[in-house]
């Protein structure tokens, strides 16, 4: 069985929000699988667990271009929150969305190949800059537009990036609707684009969740729902989830008394896509065991 170690239980709880004892309970049953043991908190915690799932886990920022109907929305990482804050490192990430946008880059391998001025290459100009400073950066994904429409875009500091391709008079609205993005994260423009997998596992913590008040009642002596009933708060739980990551449903940032449908519909507006970059999304972050260091360092210098 995998070791829990003390960094681990912090990490898990830094993501949940969880009580330390459930983190450590929920990691020695997974075996230390930190997504499984996520999921298993959602289990016994209900949304509590889900509460932190979207912190940062890397540092680096998130640039905008945009040029009439062409834009791009990109994301370059560093070491370190101070490095991320570096106006030279800014500007090679302002370099990076410029160039993907004007040039159509197949991925960020063509992107890095680009001319980038002074006779230097988008990778030239980034590797003289890991010389300079001293740490390590890269440009990890960009997405590009380019609409018969227009594009909105909106950054919340350097950590949020949205674009927005929209057909509508009003300018504002597309900027609006980037806002809301960055606040309210949406997976999907409506509940039919939700990606099957989220689905999936949504339905899976529910199923779980049922088992688990099913399993307690019984132990309480208190009869076993109907299958019939189960399956409808199952389903419940899953339109539940649908409405709260789908774009359309979701209630306006700037006013909850209208969906962002309802708003478009009365703004004559149609929001045709859009993405949105979190830095270090889906990137873990080394978490140092300073204890473990510490004594390691002591043991070797005893024998020494």
Do not use: W
């Not at 946008?101 to 391998?109: G, I, Q, T, Y």
């Not at 789908?246 to 006013?255: D, G, I, Y």
């Amino acid at each position: 069985m995998a070791a829990i170690t003390a960094a681990m239980v912090g990490e898990l709880r830094a993501k949940t929000d969880a009580p330390m004892m459930e983190c450590k309970k929920a990691l020695t049953e997974a075996a230390g699988d930190m997504d499984k043991a996520e999921e298993l908190l959602r289990v016994k915690l209900g949304g509590k667990a889900a509460k932190a799932s979207a912190r940062i886990t890397a540092e680096g920022v998130v640039a905008s271009h945009i040029a009439g109907n062409i834009g791009a929305l990109v994301e370059v990482n560093s070491e370190t929150d101070f490095v991320a804050k570096n106006d030279d490192f800014l500007a090679l990430a302002a370099l990076a969305a410029k160039l993907a946008a004007e040039n159509n880059p197949a991925d960020v391998a063509a992107l890095l190949a680009l001319p980038a001025g002074n006779g230097q290459t988008l990778e030239e100009v980034r590797a003289a800059l890991v010389g300079k400073i001293g740490e390590n950066m890269s440009i990890r994904r960009f997405q590009r537009f380019e609409t018969t429409g227009k594009l909105a875009s909106y950054l919340h500091g350097t950590k949020i990036g949205v674009i927005v391709e929209f057909d509508g008079a009003d300018e504002q609205v597309g900027k609006d609707v980037a806002m809301h993005i960055a606040a309210m994260k949406p997976v999907a423009l409506s509940s039919e684009q939700v990606p099957a997998d989220l689905i999936a596992k949504e339905r899976s913590v529910a199923q779980a969740k049922s088992d688990e008040d099913a399993a307690a009642a019984v132990a309480a002596g208190k009869p076993a729902q109907p299958a019939d009933i189960v399956a409808k708060r199952i389903d419940g739980a899953v339109a539940k989830y649908l409405k709260e990551v789908s774009l359309m449903n979701q209630a306006f940032v700037k006013n909850d008394k209208q969906t962002i449908e309802q708003m478009l519909k009365a703004a004559n507006t149609t929001v045709k896509g859009f993405t949105m970059y979190v830095v270090g999304e889906g990137i873990e972050k080394k978490v140092d065991d300073f204890a473990a260091e510490v004594a390691a360092q002591m043991a070797a210098s005893k024998g020494a």
